[in-house]
């Protein structure tokens, strides 16, 4: 054996025991006389200690000669430690070295492999085999892990089978670009890297495997930013015979063994807020209820007064931030341009203090008096000491703005805090949004979500009023999952698949295997899919996904390490049948 132990589990109990370890070199000081040397592993760190008194001369030579992130394997005897550290596990006992073996010689790495690491971004990605060693990102290795098997084993004990579905599939429009791979023995015809296993997984429903999940792969060819990646992992469930309330509760319960086991937190049930609401009252329909800030729609007291920029608006929208009317008049001003970058898109806003003494100050006090303002502080529940902040322009777009600044400002007053958590249910979904430049409906989720069942009346006489029976788990303002109730009906589908633009040939070529399946006596089903990647991410207090991944792809979908994609050979590409044409 290479190791008897690793480095992070021996203490005081194993003094004088003979031990052999194996690990990296972290860091070593040498004193002349006396050498240390800190190695690593992936369970910790183990203080080595080279004596030359007491350690042979040989040995005592080649420690001299070790390197940062050498690979070496050591025996000797575990003494006490005469200068304790508390911060590690190890940190009451050294292991006095007998017999030292070089197993490989490292070069410098390129960054320092620290918790606290000089590399950038950039060159940690190049490097990721060595970046993986650094505590942050294995810790969050271990803990997608971790969350992983507690998936695993709550489904498994719900009943749920798990069933693996195929990666090579027919391309399906599904809202993103397919990943296309060529096939060599059907020249000209390609498969798709799935988007999400959702034909699959009701076909495995028409097959009667009643309760299914996976953890899988998925490929979108989309552009990336920080909580996305060109191939993701979900947890992918369906069931049978079951009812919207049926699944809300299953995964309800997930989340809650999630929270339970991995952080010890008990939550009670889970919120429930419609998509009309969520729009209305916060701007997105994946609101952070973490903290308050609700908007406060000011038509009815803000118009008609002089201030055409208000009269001329379709919506006039506030926030109160809590105890900011202090803020000073540059502290405003940043916020104000902070609303007018091209990302948020304002053409300005307008402020409002309330005063401790009662009194309420704003930008616009030349239209406005106090009566006037003290309707704008109890709409949008402004106390004394608050800052009332507030946009106008169209609807959507205004809404849209003032929920990236309520979310700017829960950051910047600590408002979003990593260790807390408030999930919560968006439900009563639109089935359908209308398209202006195509004319024509796309479907808010995926062309196979049941309407509500008390909205069918609606599907002919005005479709973009149906509700969807789809639902949403929102966490700490990021949506981690969904799903809806599925058509089983035939008739019902081939509906739907018309209101989207499909003609009846469209529709048989790309899901006539479904439509068929149907025929056979397709069970009630609905489903959902958690996005793994950033359901970890949360749990682990962060946003962004890409420490949670082994080898995550950078912002142009490139992986620097192994420099893909890339050009392939010449002759693979005549067995495919495949010539490439270089654009100007």
């Avoid at 009317?325 to 409002?352: F, H, N």
């Avoid at 439900?427 to 309407?451: K, N, Q």
Wanted: charged share 25%; proline share 4%; hydrophobic share 35%.
């Amino acid at each position: 054996m290479y190791r008897s132990h690793t480095c992070g589990e021996l203490n005081a109990s194993h003094i004088n025991q003979e031990v052999t370890l194996a690990g990296w070199v972290q860091k070593s000081r040498d004193k002349g006389f006396m050498a240390w040397v800190d190695l690593r592993d992936r369970y910790g760190i183990t203080q080595l200690i080279f004596d030359e008194n007491r350690t042979d001369k040989a040995v005592f030579e080649k420690a001299k000669s070790l390197g940062r992130e050498f690979v070496i394997q050591v025996k000797g005897m575990v003494i006490e430690r005469e200068s304790k550290n508390k911060n590690i596990s190890t940190g009451d006992i050294e292991i006095l070295v007998s017999e030292l073996n070089i197993l490989n010689e490292a070069q410098l790495p390129p960054f320092t492999i620290e918790d606290e690491t000089d590399g950038g971004e950039d060159i940690r990605m190049k490097y990721r085999y060595l970046d993986i060693r650094r505590n942050p990102v294995k810790n969050s290795l271990l803990f997608r892990h971790k969350v992983a098997m507690e998936v695993r084993n709550y489904l498994s004990n719900h009943g749920f089978c798990e069933v693996e579905t195929p990666y090579l599939i027919k391309s399906t429009p599904e809202g993103a670009r397919d990943f296309i791979v060529p096939s060599r023995m059907n020249a000209g015809q390609f498969y798709a890297l799935p988007q999400s296993p959702q034909t699959f997984k009701q076909l495995l429903m028409v097959g009667g495997m009643d309760k299914y999940f996976q953890i899988v792969k998925c490929f979108r060819d989309e552009d990336l930013r920080a909580d996305r990646q060109p191939e993701f992992t979900q947890i992918d469930c369906e069931m049978a015979f079951v009812e919207q309330e049926d699944i809300l509760n299953v995964f309800e319960g997930l989340t809650r063994h999630l929270l339970k086991e991995v952080h010890g937190l008990e939550v009670d049930k889970f919120p429930r807020m419609t998509y009309d609401y969520a729009m209305k009252t916060y701007g997105n329909d994946k609101p952070d209820i973490r903290f308050g800030m609700q908007f406060g729609e000011l038509n009815e007291v803000a118009q008609h007064k002089d201030f055409s920029v208000f009269n001329s608006a379709e919506l006039v929208v506030g926030i109160a931030v809590p105890g900011c009317a202090s803020y000073t008049r540059k502290e405003i001003d940043a916020l104000i341009d902070w609303v007018k970058r091209p990302q948020v898109g304002a053409s300005g806003m307008v402020y409002c203090k309330y005063e401790q003494d009662g009194t309420l100050k704003s930008s616009v006090d030349k239209f406005y008096d106090q009566e006037d303002l003290k309707k704008w502080a109890e709409i949008t529940g402004a106390q004394p000491g608050d800052l009332i902040l507030v946009l106008s322009g169209s609807a959507n777009k205004t809404r849209s703005q003032l929920s990236a600044l309520r979310m700017e400002l829960g950051n910047r007053l600590g408002l979003r805090k990593p260790n807390e958590f408030a999930p919560l249910w968006v439900v009563d979904f639109p089935l359908l949004e209308w398209d202006e430049e195509s004319e024509r409906y796309h479907a808010m989720h995926h062309p196979f979500t049941s309407p509500k069942p008390e909205d069918l009346h609606l599907i002919h006489e005005n479709p973009g009023a149906i509700r969807a029976n789809a639902y949403d788990m929102v966490l700490n303002g990021n949506e981690i999952g969904g799903g809806s109730i599925r058509i089983h009906d035939k008739e019902l589908q081939a509906r739907m698949f018309e209101l989207l633009g499909f003609s009846k040939e469209e529709a048989e070529n790309q899901f006539g295997f479904l439509m068929n399946a149907f025929q056979y006596g397709a069970p009630p089903h609905g489903g959902l899919a958690f996005g793994l990647d950033r359901l970890v991410a949360i749990l682990g207090g962060q946003e962004t996904i890409r420490d949670f991944i082994a080898f995550p792809k950078n912002n142009s979908g490139r992986d620097v390490m192994i420099d893909a994609p890339s050009e392939i050979d010449s002759k693979q590409l005549d067995e495919l049948n495949i010539s490439v044409i270089t654009k100007n």
